[in-house]
T-cell receptor
């Protein structure tokens, strides 16, 4: 069964600094990969997705992610973080055996300092 | 694009009481629908998914059940709540390969 690992539970960055959130997956076939963001008490908002093609994908709010098959990774990046980016970030992989339900990592909590 | 409605937004229920959470979807037809639970510090867990009316698949054995009486309606139920049922319940809808989430229901079992 596929799984998703987000190694960093918490990350703190200064406003204006660059950001990289790590995600590793375990999946036999070409994965459908996603990054979601969740603000406190809110639902999940899709940041970006990868299905096939160009391995560098652009998303909303200035985020991008790169799919690296050799490393089984799908890391999320942003060149300059804003205070409003503070939130919980989830990486997920779609499971074709469960109606394409999402298998989530445990999330990374991002704190942005002034 | 789809819009997903969930209600209630928050709910406080005593142990042993019944539960009914409702999810409705607008803007699409014959979607795959999903219930996830987010417990404190435990990430998101798939509970049920449905690929059509009356078709429910359960991922985790528990005292919860789900039903899909109409194409765009998905209901999560329990006959007797446990303390461990507390959490944030999210309904989601699949559009091609993407999933969109509703605003969620915060359930506290006391």
């Amino acid at each position: 069964a596929q799984s998703v690992t987000q190694p960093d539970i918490h990350i703190t960055v200064s406003e204006g600094a660059s950001l990289e959130l790590r995600c590793n997956y375990s999946y036999g076939a070409t994965p459908y990969l996603f990054w979601y963001v969740q603000s406190p008490g809110q639902g999940l908002q899709l940041l970006l997705k990868y299905f096939s093609g160009d391995t560098l994908v652009q998303g909303i709010k200035g985020f991008e992610a790169e799919f690296k098959r050799s490393q089984s990774s799908f890391n999320l990046r942003k060149p300059s973080v804003h205070w409003s980016d503070a939130a919980e970030y989830f990486c997920a992989v779609g499971d074709s055996n469960s109606g394409y339900a999402l298998n989530f990592g445990k999330g990374t909590s991002l704190l942005v300092t002034p | 694009s789809q819009t997903i409605h969930q209600w209630p937004a928050t709910l406080v229920q005593p142990v042993g009481s019944p539960l009914s959470l409702e999810c409705t979807v607008e803007g699409t037809s014959n979607p795959n629908l999903y219930w996830y639970r987010q417990a404190a510090g435990r990430g998101l867990q798939l509970l049920f998914y449905s690929v059509g009316i009356g078709q429910i698949s359960s991922e985790v054995p528990q005292n919860l059940s789900a039903s899909r009486p109409q194409d765009r309606q998905f209901i999560l139920s329990s006959k007797k709540l446990l303390l461990s049922d507390s959490g944030f319940y999210l309904c989601a809808c699949r559009d091609t390969y993407e999933q969109y989430f509703g605003p969620g229901t915060r359930l506290t079992v006391t």
